[in-house]
């Protein structure tokens, strides 16, 4: 984004992280009482930079509840642990116990038929070194296919599963219960962000199963190959995180992926998640 566009941020500094995606936005306390033209501000960073970040926000569970209700009606997470005081808010919390391997790149919870339209991270504990967060921008991942790989999969929908991550575990009983609350979803494999109009893939490691109406070992082939866009460097951010600092992303631009690697220290943190629509 050129100094010219943004000039057009008036409560708000912008510090951008890449050409393209994630700023650290300055000049906002995060609660449910900023000024409806701060918030206008903020939502249109997003849509701008896919995600943004705020430090040193040392505020209540009620005011990061609260901040993220300006954005929209937030979701409960049926298979994560939330706070028992508030079951809007996802607890993440990793010490010397947890396993390795537990992250992949992924956009959230794209089982749901109208996944969220983004999600607002908080750091409680954080790690001296490490357990930064990535983020991939999978619109420019979109505009950097050949033609061929465009042809091929414009039109196109994938099956998004909870089964493929949070199935593990639970029995057959325990899996046809949730399956009949969230069924598997169709949505587009190049998805057109309902805000912005841009076009982006919209398939992920961690949820995506396969393509419809294709073969199984074209879809598995071409699937790896989307999923390996995330990982281009050229369409990344790199964010290390501090004691409550905030991550703002767009659920429907960007995918990310929480590096695993401070073992044993301990990273702790917490979530909440704006309800989105289905994606078209």
Known sequence: MSAAAEQRFETIQ??????????????????????????????????????IFFRDQDVSIDDHVAFGARFGELEVHPFTPNLESHPEVVVIHHGPESK??????????TWRLEPSLGSILRAR????????TLFADMISAYEGLSDEIKEKIDGRTATHSF??????????????????????????????HPETRQKGLYVNAAFTTHI???????SRRLLRYLYRQ???????????????????????A??????????????????????GDAPF
């Not at 951008?16 to 000049?27: D, F, N, R």
Request: glycine share 6%; hydrophobic share 35%; net charge negative.
């Open 212 to 218: 419809d109406d294709m073969d199984e070992d074209e």
């Open 14 to 51: 912008i510090s951008p992280l890449s050409p393209t995606v994630g700023a650290e936005i300055g000049g906002v306390r995060m609660s449910g009482d900023l000024p409806d033209e701060q918030i206008a501000e903020i939502r249109q960073a997003l849509l701008d930079w896919k995600v």
């Open 163 to 192: 089964q493929h991550n949070f199935g593990r575990g639970m029995t057959d009983e325990q899996r046809a219960k949730m399956s009949e609350q969230y069924p598997d979803a169709h949505h587009p494999v190049v998805r057109t």
């Open 254 to 275: 960007v995918q990310h992926y929480a590096a695993f690697d401070y073992t044993p220290e301990v990273r702790r943190v917490e979530r909440v998640t704006v309800v």
């Open 125 to 132: 504990i954080v790690p001296p070194v490490g357990g930064d």
């Open 230 to 252: 995330a990982s281009v460097p050229e369409y990344q951010c790199r964010f290390r995180w501090q004691k409550e600092s905030v991550a703002f992303w767009d659920n429907r």
């Open 100 to 109: 390795r391997g537990q992250n992949r790149w992924h956009s959230d919870v």
